[in-house]
């Protein structure tokens, strides 16, 4: 018979819970499945969980407490005929036997030898590198699914000491880059614990400008959301989870802390596309191969110029004119974000800075995580380096006029141009995320490395395109480790499963941003994109463009978009609306946009990576998710 809930005494006598795939909840408040109306009993009381073969009965903290066969317990797992209290109600688990809490496994899991039973009183040991978005949504994540069987130390060099709280450093401090917008699809925040979600999808926290996609499950939309309040949110999240996870204001040294590592189970490595912990043990994870991002035997790199802005555009023409051509691409809240300019080679050399005293110039801008943000003066300025951005400081600077254009093709007065920055997206072939970087001895437990977010799968053009990879690779590990942990040391074949959900991001991500990189030629062989904006741009230096031409083009491609994009968008501007808008713009502008195509959505489109398939037989190993109100 199925596993159940059976009430033996008290008001509930005689009546069954079955037990799920979901957590059974015991409670005085409406909404547990077992609601038990009583002073004695707490809100949220306790919960019973499926953990990998088994079932295991949690305390949540009540006042009262729970009880197994008369001893109070914070957690136990359940075998048949076990009795629990709580209040004046006592329950019994039933099942046939032990073995009805198996569910069929997949077909990776046939791969997997099955773990032997948990050591009562063995924690998890886990340390993340990189506490961004990525790292502690993977903290998180751990706590909400393994509870007191989890510890997670959490290092970050961008954070500091406030009293007792732990907090991110400001621009001041030299934390930058905090202002981005990034769009965060429903296929991941919906896999989140519905505590993450509540507390990061607040009111006025979020807007829903683009439509539903291929990314988009149970019917929710893409959510744009800036990336300083998922990073303040999560920190404050974490820090309130003392017990559990720990937050360490300093970089992670691998060398410094390689015995501490030696001690843990896990080392989760979150922190970014530079990572110099997924460096020093680049021996374990292999060499990266740059070929199958390449072009004529190079590496093909893209610079993009990130420009702070507030729109006066409404989210529907911002939609349209993004998807529309590759040159610009704006991500906002409520109008306020970054407008994204993809650089040729020519104009990547122009983004430097130049300190005034010293007369020399830097590339701290183009080559440094930094910020020049727009002083008293009007003049932007790099607080770090002390150096000003040199293309606005030069009159008729063409890169400054074009940046200009971009202005005016999302309504940004140039007074609303706040900062600037600029970034590589620079992509390459990681033969594997899951490494042992420590055998286990009589002394030390075994260490798995991870690779996870930017340090896995660095992807940036597309605003939210790395975070959501990387919110996926940390939904992934964490169930993973929630699945498999026994107690024991870890192996190689616990993680068969996230290492290939790992490996279809890769492929399904990479595939999506190398065809935002490159385009075809009229003969079908491939060509960068940036190269065809060059070659707009010194065609138009040639002779003047047929600038109607050039907006009948441009027309033809936005009325396509328009008509896919109408229905799940409301608000679209008419024809008369655009083409005057259009016709706003520098003719070399009109040109580069239409050479530059619009964004190709039939080749990226398609499926999705779903990391449920991979734990569909993992029962509570998968995050508490529930759809949000709203």
């Not at 590198?129 to 990525?134: I, K, Q």
Request: overall charge negative; some cysteine.
């Amino acid at each position: 018979m199925p596993p159940e809930i059976v009430g033996r005494r008290g008001s509930l006598a005689g009546e069954r819970f079955g037990i799920g795939d979901k957590p059974l909840t015991f409670g005085r408040k409406d909404g547990n499945t077992v609601v038990i109306a009583s002073v004695s009993v707490s809100r949220l009381h306790a919960e019973v969980r499926r953990e990998g073969h088994g079932f295991v009965l949690y305390d949540r903290g009540s006042s009262n407490g729970t009880r197994v066969n008369g001893e109070r317990v914070t957690s136990h797992v359940l075998q048949p005929g076990d009795e629990i209290a709580i209040g004046d109600e006592t329950f019994r688990f039933e099942a046939a036997d032990a073995m009805e809490t198996i569910l069929d496994l997949s077909l990776l899991e046939a791969l997997v030898p099955p773990s032997e039973p948990a050591e009562p009183g063995q924690v998890l040991r886990v340390t993340v590198a990189g506490g961004g978005p990525v790292g502690l949504a993977f903290a998180l994540l751990l706590e909400n699914l393994m509870g007191r069987r989890v510890f997670v130390t959490v290092y970050d060099g961008r954070w500091t000491q406030d009293g007792d709280r732990v907090v991110w450093k400001d621009e001041g401090q030299g934390n930058v880059r905090r202002q981005q917008v990034v769009t965060v699809q429903s296929r991941q925040y919906l896999n989140l614990p519905q505590e993450m979600q509540d507390r990061l999808f607040t009111e006025g926290a979020y807007s829903e400008m683009w439509p539903a996609g291929p990314d988009s499950i149970r019917g929710r939309n893409p959510r744009n959301i800036r990336i300083a309040y998922v990073e303040d949110t999560l920190l404050d999240l974490a820090g309130s989870k003392r017990e559990r996870i720990r937050l360490v204001p300093a970089r992670f040294d691998a060398a410094e802390h390689a015995e501490a590592v030696a001690s843990e189970h896990v080392l989760a490595i979150c922190e970014g596309g530079r990572s110099r912990t997924r460096e020093h043990f680049a021996a374990r994870f292999g060499t990266a191969d740059t070929s199958i991002y390449s072009l004529d035997g190079v590496h093909l790199q893209d610079v993009v110029l990130g420009l702070r802005v507030r729109s006066r555009l409404s989210d529907p023409m911002t939609v349209l004119l993004t998807v529309a051509q590759n040159r610009f691409l704006l991500n906002s809240l409520r109008g306020e974000g970054f407008l994204n300019m993809r650089l040729t080679d020519a104009e990547a050399r122009e983004v430097v800075g130049i300190d005034p005293v010293r007369q020399v110039f830097e590339q701290c801008v183009a080559s440094r995580p930094c910020v020049m943000s727009r002083d008293g003066h009007g003049d932007f300025h790099c607080s770090t380096h002390s150096t000003f951005f040199l293309p606005a400081l030069i009159k008729g600077s063409p890169l400054w006029q074009r940046v200009k254009e971009g202005l005016a093709l999302f309504d940004v007065d140039e007074q609303d141009l706040s900062a600037i920055t600029a970034f590589r997206l620079d992509m390459v072939q990681r033969p594997r995320f899951t490494a042992r970087l420590h055998p286990a001895t009589a002394t030390t437990p075994g260490t798995y490395g991870f690779l996870l977010g930017d340090a896995a799968n660095a992807i940036h053009f597309w605003p939210g395109r790395g975070l959501n990879s990387g919110l996926a690779s940390a939904i992934s590990l964490a169930r993973t480790l929630s699945g498999t942990w026994r107690g024991r040391a870890l192996r190689d074949a616990d993680f068969v499963r996230h290492e290939a959900a790992m490996s279809m991001l890769q492929y399904r991500h990479k595939s999506r941003a190398w065809n935002a990189m490159i385009t075809t030629d009229e003969n079908g062989v491939g060509q960068a994109i940036k190269d065809r904006i060059a070659r707009s741009i010194e065609e138009c230096a040639a002779a003047e463009p047929d600038r109607e031409g050039d907006i009948d083009a441009l027309m033809e491609q936005v009325r396509a978009i328009r008509a896919r994009l109408a229905p799940r968008i409301a608000g679209m501007p008419d024809d008369e609306t655009l083409r005057r808008h259009l016709g706003s713009l520098g003719g070399e502008t009109l040109r580069t946009l239409r050479d530059s195509g619009p964004w190709d959505t039939v080749t990226v489109g398609g499926e999705e990576v779903d990391i449920d398939i991979f734990y569909r037989d993992a029962g509570p190993t998968s995050p508490r998710a529930a759809p949000l109100a709203g």
